[in-house]
């Protein structure tokens, strides 16, 4: 079940920032957002079913419309999946570093998104959503000048 929060800290999501700050507050701190690849992987955490704990969502899961929460809360509320990581499912979408497009044909190993185009690649649904979006395949996008209470951004490590 959903546990009080991330080493007793309180740790809500950052909400309400448009793409390029979210990149520019990535930088300030070393960091950068994950590509749709990078983001899928960490989400699936090994997995290959509809979601990381398995092909079904209880409101036990995450934070979505199921929940009847209707409000985003402190990240950690739910078990993290097999990676440690949490909320990758719910509670806030969250700003990749990849523009929309056509995923790359043939095999393609940590493919990044198209060099153009408007729209900016958000992932893993919120607590408005319901559970189609929640699925760890579920692809949607949104302006870049989008500035939602139900998105947000997690941070990725530099490439070296």
Not at 42 to 63: E, K, L
Not at 64 to 86: A, C, D, E, H, P
Request: charged share 20%; with cysteine; proline share 6%.
């Amino acid at each position: 079940g959903p546990v009080s929060s991330i080493e007793g800290k309180e740790a809500y999501p950052v909400v309400q920032i448009i793409h390029a700050d979210a990149i520019a507050y990535a930088q300030w701190l070393g960091r950068r957002l994950p590509t749709e690849a990078e983001w899928e992987y960490s989400c699936r955490a090994g997995t290959t079913s509809t979601y990381p704990w398995g092909d079904t969502i209880q409101p036990f899961n995450a934070n979505y419309t199921g929940s009847n929460l209707r409000y985003s809360l402190n990240v950690g509320q739910y078990s993290s999946n097999n990676w440690g990581f949490y909320d990758m499912n719910g509670n806030v979408w969250e700003w990749t570093a990849d523009r929309f497009g056509d995923y790359p044909t043939g095999n393609v190993t940590d493919p990044v998104g198209p060099e153009s185009g408007s729209n900016r690649i958000r992932r893993g649904g919120s607590m408005n959503s319901n559970e189609l979006y929640l699925r760890s395949a579920e692809r949607s996008y949104t302006s870049p000048d989008s500035r939602k209470s139900n998105l947000g951004f997690r941070l990725a490590l530099k490439k070296n």
